[in-house]
């Protein structure tokens, strides 16, 4: 069958007139298309339609689109008072609520009305799309079009394919999409789809950090900030989303891939939803809010006080070069001697392992031991590690050595992978394993990510950037030490890390 989405007269209708539906009606009418606007309360339409005629004349008053631009989008959305009423559309999308028998029996209802080449699309964010499209006698041109709010600022369509999806539908969402001014992704009927799916490794590994006493929320987020360079660190994200929002979604992703220990949620987040610790909309998460600003803890200062001289963990020659160039620079004396003097400071650079075991390791004094975390370099936030016994004199010194050049230092206890090294290890290890399963095409699930969730890279450009042999240390490292599959290498990462190839590239 041919569909043509560029035609002129392209009509949609939207059955839902709330954030989501008047949001998509907003981008439709920008790009040209004609918008059917219905919903069941009564004054819901009329209230959609006011709300984006003032979005459009903002648009004019910020000399975003000029006013006969703007007139002409108003002009092209109308209210439907009834379903039968968009029987002459082309495209139906739903932006209901969230509850698959509402969906399937809405869809039912249209079947009964549109003409048969009409797309019925979905704006689901969790339910399949298969079970959706299981209601309709012909399940072959239903699909999914999830977009995100606020939609005409999220510049991201996931457009999903169920089982039995035809590839005209989805081909013709992919064009709309571009019409409206956004990019369209393909993604397969998986829990999650893309962006909530990929989204499983940032907040579910901090939690479960925080939740071993690693360190605290305040602190994660600095390092995710400032050291990865995240514009939010989890926690802080966690709370803008909401807990109430947030929580189901982890706890569904897990559940939809039956106890998948990737996906594995925390008791945390359980917790403190029970507690009513929502996030910033109710004032209180994990952080308190005062007029609409998290309240974070202060950092206690550096000490000064510097270590005699230093060993550094000789087992990596250029990491080893760049922590004594601040040693040396901080004018304390590098111990260059096989094994580190008795008063000396011993430096070690674990990838992947804990203080604790690369101390025993390499035959080390643990009371007398930091790890430092050099995944990311070394100029911005560090992260020192201490061991179960470190003495907090050694401690106190290392803090001094690297913080005398004014660059910020985290402390943390013993974690096999630190902090960053095991949020991101996590986040490209999920990406590759959805590029194995063949949720989306790799360039896809990196678009989606970046454009869907504002990660600096995409896990697989980032796994790419870091080395696919470092992160798969990382991982092996970990399962070697938890014991967890939840750290199990995807096989998309082992081979091309074996091969030296880009985590980028598509099956041949």
């Not at 009423?85 to 082309?90: D, I």
């Not at 309240?295 to 080893?320: F, G, H, K, L, Y």
């Not at 901080?330 to 260059?336: K, L, N, Q, Y």
Request: charged fraction near 20%; hydrophobic fraction near 45%; proline fraction near 5%.
């Amino acid at each position: 069958m041919t569909f043509d989405a560029n035609r002129a007269d392209l009509t949609i209708g939207i059955v839902g007139a709330g954030a989501m539906g008047r949001g998509i009606a907003q981008i439709a009418i920008a790009g040209g298309m004609t918008v059917l606007l219905h919903d069941t309360r009564d004054g819901a339409a009329d209230e959609a339609i006011a709300f984006v005629g003032g979005m459009l004349a903002r648009a004019v008053e910020k000399g975003k689109m000029d006013k006969a631009a703007a007139d002409a989008a108003a002009s092209r959305m109308k209210k439907a008072e009834a379903l039968v009423n968009l029987a002459t559309c082309h495209v139906i999308i739903e932006a209901i609520v969230e509850d698959l028998d509402v969906k399937k029996g809405l869809l039912r209802d249209l079947e009964g009305i549109v003409s048969g080449d009409c797309i019925l699309a979905s704006n689901t964010s969790s339910l399949s799309v298969t079970a959706i499209a299981a209601a309709c006698d012909r399940p072959e041109r239903v699909a999914g079009f999830h977009f995100f709010n606020p939609v005409p600022l999220m510049k991201l369509v996931e457009v999903i394919k169920g089982v039995l999806t035809d590839e005209w539908a989805a081909d013709a969402l992919h064009t709309i999409a571009g019409r409206m001014g956004h990019t369209a992704v393909r993604a397969a009927d998986t829990p999650g789809f893309i962006v909530n799916h990929a989204g499983r490794g940032y907040g579910t590994e901090a939690l479960r950090i925080v939740g071993e006493s690693v360190t605290n929320f305040a602190t994660v987020d600095r390092i995710m900030r400032e050291t990865a360079g995240f514009r939010m660190g989890p926690f802080e994200l966690l709370d803008l989303t909401a807990l109430d929002v947030s929580h189901p979604v982890m706890e569904s992703i897990y559940h939809q891939y039956y106890e998948e220990p990737r996906y594995r949620p925390s008791p945390i987040t359980r917790q403190r939803l029970a507690a009513g610790l929502v996030g910033r909309k109710t004032g209180r998460g994990f952080y308190s809010y005062e007029n609409g600003k998290a309240v974070t803890p202060a950092e206690s200062p550096a000490p000064t006080q510097m270590p005699d001289s230093v060993w550094i963990d000789p087992t990596n020659p250029e990491t080893r070069e760049a922590i004594a160039a601040i040693v040396t620079k901080a004018g304390v004396p590098v111990d260059d001697e096989a094994q580190p003097g008795g008063r000396s400071l011993c430096i070690v650079l674990p990838l992947g392992k804990d203080a604790t075991t690369t101390t025993m390791d390499l035959g080390l004094d643990p009371q007398r031991t930091v790890g430092v975390d050099t995944l990311f370099g070394l100029d911005r936030r560090r992260t020192l590690m201490k061991t179960p016994v470190t003495d907090p004199t050694m401690l106190a010194s290392a803090h001094a050595l690297l913080a005398a050049d004014g660059t910020a230092v985290s402390i943390i206890s013993d974690s096999a992978g630190f902090v960053a090294q095991r949020i991101i290890a996590t986040i490209v290890n999920i990406a590759c394993d959805m590029a194995q399963q063949g949720v989306a095409e790799p360039a896809d699930i990196d678009r989606a990510v970046t454009l869907g969730l504002g990660y600096p890279k995409g896990p697989l450009a980032w796994g790419d950037a870091l080395g696919a042999d470092r992160i798969l240390a990382i991982l092996d490292a970990m399962v070697a030490f938890y014991g967890d599959p939840r750290y199990r290498a995807s096989p998309w990462l082992k081979r091309r890390a074996i091969i030296g190839v880009s985590l980028l590239s598509p099956e041949s």
